[in-house]
């Protein structure tokens, strides 16, 4: 069953066919970074535009790779939340109506949820129970996942979501949007002792992160510094910047391990291309034993992909959303603890 997913939750348009859940066919993703850019963050307005302009090219693109016509589209996933509600509500839009005149059956996708099992995609073995570790720029979520649909939401960031952090950090930093990538090639050269940053909530019991007092810590530090010593002491910065996130993060992961029986550990979403995250999440599950699984960076990042994946599940399953669903814009519907 070909499935044709859309994404557009965020900055990102990407459209994606995928047969039976698992075979990729094309992947197509339109980045809007150039233009957010100058902004040093995602304008709303903006990226609906966007999202109109790119959706029918970036549709065309995904049928062409995949080598199909609009008429071997068996179903359609879309992101329905959550995001932005301009930005969802362009992509959901656009599936509704393609779905309804190509008379094909139509499903609404958690975005969250599609990235906590992308990692399936590449890894149909992984296995259940396990930690999944959800980190993007609009979300930073712990889950303890029993099984397709049954997830416990752990731990949540109380501000900032880790890619945010990222973001921000980088702004403070001098570097473009979005900054996470720049800080992690950054680092590759910096020493990550040299400053000591906050790790957010670390005395704090529990499973919850928190990204605000290091955005503050930072930018004491970076003020403190002439704009002439700013540049070298950069990769320095960035590195020990980096550490404080990624020792947040995995110190409640490892802490989440030790209360839960967990068969193995997921990390997905954009940060999880960050290098040193995977470095030691993968040294982390070596020292306990545990499989470790990452998608690659495609699949880490938004895209449709993940969308036409688990959206081919639902439509198997015979599940089907109406013609009026809406987009959601914050974390509700699906990612919930099984009663
Ligand atoms: O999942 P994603 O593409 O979009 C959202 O759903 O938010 O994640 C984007 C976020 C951005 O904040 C970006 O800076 C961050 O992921 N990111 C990274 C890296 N690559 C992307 N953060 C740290 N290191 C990276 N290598
Ligand atoms: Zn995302």
Redesign the pocket.
């Known amino acids: 069953m070909k499935i044709l997913g859309i994404e557009t ?4 348009t990407s459209a994606a066919v995928v047969e039976d859940g698992k075979k990729i066919l094309s992947n197509v993703i339109a980045s809007q970074v150039e233009i957010h850019n100058p902004f040093g963050g995602i304008v709303p307005e903006l990226a609906c535009r966007a999202h109109v302009k790119n959706l029918l090219p970036v549709v065309q693109e995904a049928l062409d790779q995949a080598a199909i016509d609009l008429t071997d589209v068996e179903g359609i996933a879309v992101t329905a939340g959550p ?1 932005l509600a301009g930005a969802l509500l362009m992509g959901l839009t656009f599936a509704k109506s393609l779905a309804y005149s190509l008379s094909v059956p139509f499903t609404g996708v958690d ?1 969250l949820e599609a ?1 906590l099992m992308s990692a399936f995609l590449e890894h149909p073995e992984i296995p259940f129970p396990f930690l999944g570790l959800v ?5 930073t979520n712990l889950y303890f996942v029993r099984g397709v649909g049954e997830y416990e939401l752990l731990g949540k960031t109380l501000d900032d ?4 952090a ?2 921000k950090g ?1 702004k403070a930093m001098g570097l473009r ?5 720049l ?3 950054l680092s590759q050269t910096g020493n990550r002792k040299a400053f000591r940053f906050p790790r957010g909530l670390s005395n704090q019991e529990g499973y919850h992160f928190s990204f605000s007092g290091l955005k503050t810590a930072l930018n004491q530090c970076v003020s403190r510094f002439p704009q002439a010593d700013l540049q070298p002491a950069l990769p320095d910065i960035a590195a020990s910047f ?1 550490e404080s ?1 990624v020792e947040a993060l995995t110190l409640k992961l490892w802490r989440a391990w030790e209360a839960f029986f967990a068969e193995a550990v997921v990390v ?10 995977r470095e030691e999440v993968s040294r982390g599950a070596m020292e306990r034993n545990i499989a470790v699984f990452f998608p690659s ?1 495609s699949l ?4 449709a992909a993940m969308i036409a994946a688990l959206g081919y599940h639902s439509l198997v399953r015979g599940e089907r959303s109406p013609l009026s669903l809406n987009p959601y814009a914050t974390m509700v519907h699906k990612i919930h603890a099984p009663s």
């Open positions: 939750s965020c900055d990102e995001g975005h990235h980190v993007s720029g609009g979300h979501a880790a890619g945010e990222f973001d980088a949007y979005p900054g996470g990538p800080i992690d090639k980096q996130i997905a979403g954009g940060v999880a291309c960050n290098r040193r995250l960076p880490c990042s938004d895209n």
